[in-house]
């Protein structure tokens, strides 16, 4: 038995030296989104720390295997939507990503529940979620007619 609980910590303490990729990279302000003071407040504030190159990595991401596991989310979710590289996506695929914003934030799937248990003043209010369902249609509006008028 002994044996085996030093196994255990023999293997946690092995664990904390499997390299974690936290970086946040380097990018161009002129690509972060362009929004709303008041959409980019409600980004930031729930948003950020997953789908932007300026993640505030807490302390549990310091600690394996738990590290693993926010790291493989930040890195999931910058690939799905990077508010940092907004300007890379056309028009097309950032009306694409508003819709998707919309849907994910009505059903209640982000911000990631697991991280609303740590970071409760991430959650957003009824009024917040309709805020970003105004901004998230209105743009594909204006989009639309944008297209129309170059063909
Ligand atoms: C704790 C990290 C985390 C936070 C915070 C977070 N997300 Fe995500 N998000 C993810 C991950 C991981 C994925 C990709 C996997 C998935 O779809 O579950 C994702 C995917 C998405 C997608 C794409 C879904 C799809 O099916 O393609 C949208 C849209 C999205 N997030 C919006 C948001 C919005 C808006 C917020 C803030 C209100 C937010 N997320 C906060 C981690 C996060």
Same mark, same amino acid.
């Given at each position: 038995?002994?044996?085996?609980?030093?196994?255990?910590?023999?293997?946690?303490?092995?664990?904390?030296?499997?390299?974690?990729?936290?970086?946040?990279?380097?990018?161009? /302000? +002129?690509?972060?989104?362009?929004?709303?003071?008041?959409?980019?407040?409600?980004?930031?504030?729930?948003?950020?720390?997953? @789908?932007?190159?300026?993640?505030?990595?807490?302390?549990?991401?310091?600690?394996?295997?738990?590290?693993?596991? *926010? +790291?493989?989310? *930040?890195?999931? /979710?910058?690939?799905?939507?990077?508010?940092?590289?907004?300007?890379?996506?056309?028009?097309?695929?950032?009306?694409? +990503?508003?819709? !998707?914003?919309?849907?994910?934030?009505?059903?209640?799937?982000?911000?990631?529940?697991?991280?609303?248990?740590? @970071?409760?003043?991430? /959650?957003?209010? !009824?009024?917040?979620?309709?805020?970003?369902? +105004?901004?998230?249609?209105?743009?594909?509006? !204006?989009?639309?007619?944008?297209? *129309? !008028?170059?063909?």
């Amino acid at each position: 038995m002994k044996k085996i609980i030093i196994g255990f910590f023999v293997v946690v303490v092995l664990m904390q030296f499997w390299p974690v990729d936290r970086s946040n990279p380097e990018s161009d /302000a +002129a690509l972060e989104i362009e929004a709303p003071a008041e959409i980019k407040a409600i980004l930031e504030k729930s948003c950020y720390d997953c @789908h932007s190159n300026k993640t505030t990595w807490p302390w549990y991401s310091y600690v394996a295997p738990v590290s693993w596991l *926010v +790291a493989y989310d *930040v890195e999931e /979710a910058r690939e799905h939507i990077n508010f940092s590289e907004w300007g890379t996506y056309n028009k097309k695929q950032q009306n694409h +990503a508003k819709e !998707e914003i919309c849907d994910e934030v009505f059903e209640g799937e982000m911000p990631l529940p697991k991280y609303l248990k740590l @970071h409760s003043e991430a /959650a957003l209010s !009824e009024e917040q979620k309709q805020v970003i369902k +105004a901004w998230a249609l209105q743009e594909d509006v !204006e989009a639309d007619t944008a297209q *129309v !008028e170059q063909e």
